[in-house]
C-alpha cells in the first residue's frame, strides 16, 4: 500500500470518544500531577527553564588626572596609575581620594607616635628593649624620651604625624570616569551578551555617559554621579573614604527578543550602617621605595583615603522551547497511547 493508501484507509476510519476509567492508583496520581503541572505551567510560567549559575566577567578602567599640591613634596600629578589599586582592571578597586604623605623615611631610631598607647612611657622601666610596639610602628630600644613621653623605637623615622586633610586633596575625582565592561553568559541557553553598545563607531565611548533612561549601553560613569545615586556627598566621602556597590541584574526571559535582556544598574553605599562615624570610612597605607646615591634605601609612606568600588552581577536567564518538548512529548505520548485505542472490525 502506497501513501495514497494509507491516507484512503485513516479516511474510512471510525473515530469515537473512549473514556477509559483507570481503576489504578498510578495512573490517577499520575491524572493528578498532569493537572498539576498544567497549573504550573499555565499560571506560574514554570514550563520555563531556569538558569541561575550566570557566568560573567568584568573589566574595569578608569580616566582622568589631577594635580596636588602639598606642602612638604610640591607638585604631584596623579594619573589612573596612581590612584587606581590595584591597577589591573578587577572588580573591585579603590580610588585614592586623599591622602597623608611621610616621605624621607630611613631605617633608624625615633620616637614612638604619642597616638598609639601602647608606646608611652613615664620612664625607661616601660620600654623594655627589644619589645614590639603593640599596633604601633618599631621594636622599643629600652629609652623613655621625656621630650615626647614615648619609648624610643627602632624604626622608618620619623613615624606619620600628619593629620588627614579635612578638604580631600583629590577633590576633582568627582569628574574622573570608571568604564565597566560586563559580559554575561547563560551557559545552558548558549546565550551571552555584553553592557557595551555593539556598535563600529569609535567616537561613542569617547564621548557618551550612562543614562538609566536614554544611554543604558553607555557603561561610562562620573564617580561624581555614581556617589550621589547613592545619596551620598562626593567630597563628604572622599576626604574620609567610603565603600561603594554598584550591581548589574540581568534578568533574562530568553523567549523574547535578546533586545529584551537589559542591564539594570544600581548603587549603594556599602560602609555605613545607622551613621556610626567609628566604621564607615576607608583607608590603608603602602609605601614607595628609592635608594639615594649611596646606595641606601628610604621610603616615602602613604596613608590613602578613598573610595573602594565593588562591582557585583547577579541574573537569571529563563527560556522555554526545550522543557516544553521535553515533557510535553513524555506526556502526550503517555495520554495518546491511554486515549485512544485502535479496534479492529474484522
Ligand atoms: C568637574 O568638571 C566641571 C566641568 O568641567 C567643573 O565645572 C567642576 O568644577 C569639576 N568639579 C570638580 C570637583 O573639580
Redesign the pocket.
Known amino acids: 500500500m502506497g501513501a495514497a493508501g494509507c491516507f484512503f484507509v485513516s479516511l474510512l476510519n471510525y473515530k469515537t470518544e473512549k473514556y477509559v476509567i483507570a481503576e489504578n492508583r498510578k495512573i490517577g496520581i499520575l491524572f493528578r500531577l498532569y493537572q498539576l503541572a498544567v497549573w504550573v505551567f499555565v499560571v506560574k510560567k514554570g514550563y520555563q527553564e531556569r538558569e541561575e549559575a550566570l557566568q560573567t566577567s568584568v573589566i574595569t578602567k578608569l580616566k582622568g588626572v589631577t594635580l596636588t599640591n602639598s606642602s612638604e613634596t610640591g607638585l604631584q600629578l596623579w594619573g589612573a596609575e596612581d590612584y587606581v589599586v590595584p591597577p589591573n582592571g578587577d572588580q573591585v578597586f579603590f580610588v585614592v581620594t586623599n591622602y597623608i604623605e611621610t616621605p624621607n623615611q630611613r631605617l633608624g631610631f625615633c620616637a614612638e607616635s604619642f597616638k598609639v598607647p601602647s608606646g608611652r612611657c613615664q620612664s625607661d622601666a616601660d620600654c623594655i628593649e627589644g619589645e614590639t610596639v603593640i599596633a604601633g610602628h618599631g621594636i622599643k630600644t629600652g629609652l623613655c624620651l621625656n621630650s615626647t613621653g614615648t619609648c624610643e623605637i627602632q624604626a622608618w623615622c620619623p613615624v606619620e604625624s600628619g593629620q588627614r586633610p579635612t578638604e580631600p586633596l583629590l577633590?576633582?575625582?568627582?569628574?574622573f570616569t570608571i568604564y565597566i565592561k560586563n559580559f554575561i553568559r547563560f551557559p545552558k541557553f548558549e546565550f551571552s551578551k555584553s553592557n557595551v553598545l555593539e556598535t563600529s563607531n569609535d567616537s561613542y565611548l569617547k564621548s557618551c555617559t550612562y543614562d538609566s533612561q536614554d544611554d543604558v549601553y553607555c557603561p561610562i560613569f562620573r564617580l561624581?554621579d555614581l556617589v550621589s545615586w547613592t545619596g551620598y556627598d562626593?567630597?563628604d566621602m572622599a576626604a574620609k573614604g567610603g565603600s561603594v556597590g554598584i550591581l548589574i541584574e540581568w534578568e533574562c526571559d530568553l523567549d523574547k527578543d535578546s533586545s529584551q535582556c537589559n542591564p539594570q544598574y544600581s548603587f549603594s553605599r556599602l560602609d555605613m550602617n545607622l551613621n556610626n562615624s567609628v566604621t564607615s570610612g576607608y583607608n590603608f597605607r603602602y609605601a614607595r621605595y628609592y635608594k639615594d646615591q649611596n646606595g641606601e634605601t628610604f621610603r616615602t609612606l602613604y596613608k590613602v583615603y578613598g573610595i573602594r568600588f565593588d562591582i557585583m552581577i547577579n541574573g537569571q536567564g529563563a527560556f522555554a522551547c526545550d522543557m516544553i518538548l521535553l515533557y510535553m512529548m513524555n506526556t502526550s505520548s503517555f495520554y495518546r497511547e491511554r486515549k485512544f485505542e485502535i479496534i479492529n472490525f474484522k
Open positions: 577633590s576633582e575625582a568627582e569628574n561624581g562626593f567630597q
